[in-house]
């Protein structure tokens, strides 16, 4: 086997995966969530519907195609950033270079599609949550606690929430989210070296 395999191979899943987010997301907002088969997506991928769950464990993951990336660049950014740059520093800039603004008209259909559809919004609720538990662990392991303090995880879930901050308001969205992160800092430096004291008193 070439060194190149396995580099083709998982260059070809991620085309089957893209192709069958691309796929549903057409068609969950040409015809409804409910009204749209796991059948059909396959067949508009022209993959077997076996394959669907090779790569999405349920229906309702294959619209929210990058919830293990977002998560991963949540904990990347805390891991990795620049020395000398703060938590919120690192997490600030993440979500200003992924701002869309302003939305287009299909990110208004999917949020739409998101917000009239129970289990949707369930998932949402779900996948926010594991994202939440898995920043507030990455900050904790940073500032050197055995596991997550309350403080640290009511910043996660802020953190969190920054994509809607000012959604849907005539505002800038860049402005925004430098408002809400600066609010949060203020709240944040007052906590954090109580809590590396306390970390290392328990030590």
Known sequence: MSATTPGRRERKK????QALADA???????????????AE???????????????FPSKEALLFDQDADREAALISA?????????????????????????PDADLQRFQGLVASTPSLREYLTRM???HTGALARAIAEDLGLPEPSPTVRALAYL??????????????????LD?????LGTGWDAQVAALRSDSLEKA
């Open 14 to 17: 991620a085309a089957t995966r």
């Open 24 to 38: 549903a997301l057409t068609l969950f907002l040409e015809r409804g969530f409910d009204r749209v088969t796991v």
């Open 41 to 55: 997506i396959a067949d508009a991928a022209d993959v077997s519907v076996a394959t669907v769950f090779k790569h």
């Open 78 to 102: 805390v891991r990795d950033r620049e020395p000398g740059s703060s938590i919120l520093d690192a997490l600030r800039a993440l979500f200003v270079t992924g701002r869309e603004s302003p």
């Open 128 to 130: 926010w949550a594991r």
């Open 159 to 176: 953190v969190v929430q920054a994509p809607g901050v000012g959604r849907g308001a005539d505002v800038d969205p860049h402005e925004q």
């Open 179 to 183: 408002a809400y992160f600066d609010l």
